[in-house]
């Protein structure tokens, strides 16, 4: 369920409603647990969750026995089965550590052992001849690779929609644009200041991304810092597609995993991100010199792509902190969980981080056995390789207005757009519909089609357009 603060108290406060707040919501709301997911802006994954490579990692890189490197690699377990079920696109595509130098070459067959230490046992070396074979349009002088085959796409978006959606159905209670504030102790429970008033809970789980040291700090302990790195990142047209048949990956860095080629589950290609430590938690505009960096890497790895279409740029913000790893403390005595400094693996290890809070809470005392009544999800399917709605006579002859299509450039029709309002956590201005539905996402970047988009949304949302837009009204 949605809505305002109740006087009763909850189990369980969750703050943060991105991929990692809406998993751990998901499991513990599977349970006889009170629970309340909290986020400080108008949607679930409009945050750091919206604005990422999008890559499902089998965490062979990771430095081996972190949190980071265990976790991720049983969340690529429990994602890939996961989204199995609710409808989240995945693809395939594997991976090829692309070496450019000969000190690039000789770290490859070190970083095979590395993902062997991590329980990845699938890396191989693959020689020039056949990295280009594998890649044609690969740019000149790759001296060979490590391929990671089961490396693949995932959509960014569906994901913590599917789990704050199955969360609500197992009534959990969501609440949009209520930040929390402070954060004071009263006897055996939190008492959490929002705009709607002072939420009471037992426990306060801390998975507020970007502003994880903030709460941290509003829950009394200062032990890390925030420091926003921001990924710029260029989505280039869906026929340069065929250019790009894996994700070409660089051998990464201390600092970051590096620029990238990739596919995307939408059928369009990525090129990013860059890395650059910012002050502002709010500073996601892209750069003039940061996209030229970029397209300097491209022409490099893929030259191709430069003579390719660009649909959009974007650019998103990483919690990195003073340490490579999760920051993770478990307080029992004081019930609190923070899950701060999760990066842009989060989307792969969320599931796992969800199942590590619930064994904590167990072994601290609390029931957290899902309950036989608990409901599952089937979500949209975004991707470019599951049939689309348009495509499918049989719903269009039950409902017309799968059949009327909106958004010509993705192929969204007036039936996506009515659901998305309709859903039970519904889009409540243009951001959240593009990624419940991909309208306005295609080539024209809503040229043609936003003055009808826009029409639909307000006649099945009863908002204005300002309202729509974010704007005041």
Not at 75 to 83: F, I, P
Not at 375 to 384: E, K, Y
Not at 404 to 429: K, L, M, N, Q, W
Not at 454 to 467: E, K, S
């Amino acid at each position: 369920m949605t809505g305002a603060l109740g006087p009763d108290a909850v189990d369980v406060a969750v703050v943060g409603g991105g991929v990692v707040g809406a998993a751990v919501a998901r499991r513990l709301g599977r349970t006889r647990l009170r629970v309340a997911l909290v986020e400080a802006g108008p949607d679930i994954g409009a945050g750091t969750s919206k604005a990422n490579t999008a890559i499902l990692h089998t965490g062979f890189d990771a430095k081996p026995g972190t949190a980071e490197a265990r976790l991720v690699a049983r969340g690529h377990v429990l994602l890939s089965a996961y989204a199995a079920q609710a409808g989240i696109p995945v693809e395939r595509t594997g991976a090829l550590l692309v070496a450019w130098t000969e000190e690039q070459h000789a770290a490859l067959p070190g970083l095979a052992e590395r993902a062997a230490a991590n329980g990845y046992d699938r890396c191989g070396l693959v020689d020039a001849d056949d990295l280009y074979r594998r890649e044609p349009q690969l740019g000149p002088g790759a001296l060979g690779a490590l391929s990671v085959p089961d490396e693949s796409l995932v959509c960014p978006w569906t994901t913590p929609l599917a789990y704050a959606t199955e969360a609500v159905a197992n009534g959990v209670t969501l609440l949009r644009s209520c930040p929390v504030s402070g954060a004071e102790r009263a006897g055996d429970e939190w008492r959490l200041a929002t705009p709607r008033g002072l939420l009471r809970s037992r426990w306060v789980v801390n998975a507020a991304g970007l502003r994880a040291d903030d709460v941290e700090r509003c829950l009394g302990h200062d032990g890390f810092t925030v420091t926003p790195r921001r990924g710029q990142l260029i989505v280039f047209d869906k026929l340069a597609r065929p250019l790009v048949r894996h994700i070409l990956l660089p051998v990464p860095t201390g600092r970051s995993k590096g620029v990238l080629v990739s596919p995307t589950v939408f059928g369009n290609v990525l090129l990013g991100p860059t890395a650059e430590d910012l002050d502002d938690k709010g500073e996601t505009a892209s750069t003039a010199d940061g996209i030229a960096g970029l397209l300097e890497h491209g022409r490099r790895i893929v030259p191709a792509l430069l003579d390719e279409e660009v649909t959009a740029v974007y650019a998103g913000l990483r919690a990195a902190t003073e340490q490579p790893d999760y920051r993770l403390e478990f307080r029992s005595d004081e019930r609190t969980v923070c899950l701060g400094g999760i990066r842009s693996t989060g989307l792969t290890s969320s599931l796992a981080l969800a199942e590590w809070v619930a064994a904590e809470l167990t072994a601290a005392g609390d029931d957290v056995g899902e309950r036989p009544d608990a409901v599952g999800v089937r979500m949209p399917n975004l991707g470019d390789a599951a049939p689309r709605p348009y495509l499918d006579g049989a719903r269009v002859a039950g409902d017309p207005e799968y059949g009327r299509i909106v958004c010509h450039c993705e192929r969204v029709t007036a039936g996506e757009i009515r659901d998305a309002c309709s859903s039970p956590i519904p889009a409540v201005d243009l951001d959240g519909l593009r990624r419940r539905t991909r309208a306005l996402m295609g080539r024209c970047q809503g040229f043609y089609c936003s003055a009808e988009v826009v029409a639909q949304f307000a006649r099945h949302t009863g908002r204005t357009p300002p309202q729509i837009l974010g704007l005041a009204s």
